[in-house]
């Protein structure tokens, strides 16, 4: 039960993480006010939370799978 709470809860952190961490520079992004180096900053940030996201996502469909079988 738990991996499955895992399987599901993960996606909606990870949005929730990328969610608050643009929200500080949305109206920035909007009004094409952004640094370009803090634009590549923040996708630096936002790629590295996808990919983490993604590898526990992996690890949480594994010990499902393995749990059941």
Known sequence: MLWLLAVVGIPILVVLMLFFSAAGDF????????????????????LAIVVI????????????????M
Not at 29 to 44: G, H, N, V
Not at 53 to 68: I, N, Q
């Open 27 to 46: 109206w920035q992004i909007i009004t094409l006010k952004i640094d370009f180096s803090r634009l590549i900053d923040d996708l630096a940030h936002v």
């Open 53 to 68: 996201g993604a590898l526990a996502e992996l690890f949480c469909l594994y010990m499902l799978f393995t749990h059941f």
